[in-house]
């Protein structure tokens, strides 16, 4: 069966200093990724997602940047945080079907607190 | 007009009662309707998938979708504390593309009292 692996749980970072959140997808082969960010009363807001290695798009401009360097692990990175920053980061993955009917699947998300 | 409309709640009622959880929407080329559950400081949990008009049943959820008047609803029956979560639905079109084009609601908290 699939799992998704996403970590750190929980994240506290100063202002200015680099982030990366790591998800891993175990159990299938060129799943399509994403990452979500998900703040109180605004619903998930998509950020990237992937179809393959290397490839991502980016939904919203912003402080943050993704990358694909294997199949089934998706990074999320940032040089410099902001205190906007903050919320918390979800990790997905869907079969790569090129439908956007697929099933979506998440992670366990990551709380970042930006202080 | 957001393209998902769901009330936030907070929604509370007692153990045992029926539980009704509704989103309209805009979209008339929306055909795929999901339904998911997300317990605090967790991630989504799929927890119903339909596909056009009509009911599905799970257990003691129920995913019903009124295409006609752009209105889905997920019913829970016989509710336990355990289903204290925010319940999300989400949508799509069913063309060519990812699960990137899938529209959430901004979800409803549900809060099941003993």
């Known amino acids: 069966s699939q799992t998704i692996h996403q970590w750190p749980a929980t994240l506290v970072q100063p202002v200015g200093s680099p982030l990366s959140l790591e998800c891993t997808v175990e159990?299938?082969?060129?799943?399509?990724l994403y990452w979500y960010r998900q703040a109180a009363g605004r619903g998930l807001q998509l950020l990237f997602y992937?179809?393959?290695?290397?490839?991502i798009s980016s939904e919203v401009p912003q402080n943050l940047s993704a990358s694909r360097p294997q199949d089934r692990q998706f990074i999320l990175s940032s040089k410099k945080l902001l205190l906007s920053d903050s919320g918390f980061y979800l990790c997905?993955?869907?079969?790569?079907?090129?439908?956007?009917?697929?099933?979506?699947?998440f992670g366990s998300g990551t709380q970042l607190s930006v202080l | 007009q957001k393209e998902v409309e769901q009330d936030p709640g907070p929604l509370s009622v007692p153990e045992g009662a029926i539980v009704s959880l509704n989103c309209t929407y805009s979209?008339?080329?929306?055909?795929?309707f999901m339904w998911y559950r997300q317990y605090s400081r967790k991630g989504p949990e799929l927890l119903m998938y339909?596909?056009?008009?009509g009911n599905k049943e799970d257990g003691r959820f129920t995913a019903q979708v009124d295409k006609s008047s752009k209105y889905i609803s997920l019913f829970i029956r016989d509710s336990q504390p355990s289903d204290s979560a925010t319940y999300l639905c989400?949508?799509?079109?069913?063309?060519?593309?990812?699960?990137?084009?899938?529209?959430f609601g901004t979800g409803t908290r549900l809060q099941v009292t003993l």
């Open positions: 997905a993955w869907s079969a790569g079907t090129r439908a956007t009917n697929e099933k979506l699947f």
């Open positions: 992937s179809v393959g290695i290397g490839q």
């Open positions: 159990g299938t082969s060129n799943p399509n």
């Open positions: 339909t596909y056009s008009s």
């Open positions: 989400a949508m799509a079109g069913g063309n060519t593309g990812t699960a990137s084009k899938l529209t």
């Open positions: 979209n008339s080329a929306f055909q795929y």
